[in-house]
């Protein structure tokens, strides 16, 4: 398993409702024990899907487009049955991480679900990030924080991470990055100052 000892990876969770469906969001995960700890925010579907099936996937991904698209309402991405837990991971994922939650803090606003890892697949090697994915990955951060965050902060943030857009994106980051500040704007937040 990856070294994630004390540290916050970006990283794409998909859960299972009580219907069978599939729900894919982007979210923090750490590793603690051993353990992988997920922390969503109540209420949200992760969180109810957690609760209901005791069982996810990390989904390692480099299509930006993914982490843009679930703030955005672009969430139309194919899926593939998992090796060990019943659910899915995703398609373009370059390699995913089975997990059994074993234990639960209900904490407010944010439980902490405890993963134990069941079963890690590589799909195709992870080549980095350039600068583009990673200023479309924390546009969605700031986008999933939206009501937490000043009109003012946004705008500055958004300015900074623009430039290694106007430089290194290619036509996934443009797309995802186009999702993002339409969502931004759509909220009343002007990007034009």
């Known amino acids: 398993m990856a070294q994630l000892e004390g540290k916050i990876h970006e990283v794409i969770i998909t859960t299972r409702s009580h219907e069978g469906l ?8 750490s590793e603690v024990n051993g353990h992988i700890l997920i922390k969503p925010f109540k209420p949200s579907t992760t969180y ?33 049955p998992c090796q060990q837990i019943e659910g899915e991971y995703l398609s373009q994922a370059l390699a995913h991480t ?20 069941i ?3 590589q799909h195709a090697p992870f080549r980095g990030f350039n600068r583009a994915q990673s200023a479309v990955i924390e546009a969605a951060v700031l986008t999933s924080r939206l009501q937490m965050l000043s009109a003012e902060k946004i705008q500055q943030e958004i300015a900074y ?13 443009l797309e995802a ?5 339409k969502k931004i704007q759509d909220t009343g937040i002007n990007l034009d100052e």
């Open 98 to 117: 089975e997990l059994e939650i074993v234990a639960f803090d209900d904490d407010n606003p944010r439980a902490c679900f405890k993963g134990s890892v």
């Open 48 to 80: 109810d899907n957690l609760k209901q099936h005791r069982q996810c996937t990390i989904n390692y991904i480099d299509d930006v487009r993914v982490f843009a698209g679930a703030l955005t309402g672009h969430r139309n991405w194919t899926t593939r």
């Open 161 to 173: 991470l623009s430039i290694a857009i106007e430089k290194t994106a290619g036509p996934r980051e």
């Open 119 to 121: 079963c890690e697949v």
């Open 22 to 29: 599939s729900h894919s969001a982007p979210m923090g995960i």
């Open 177 to 181: 990055w186009g999702w993002l500040m």
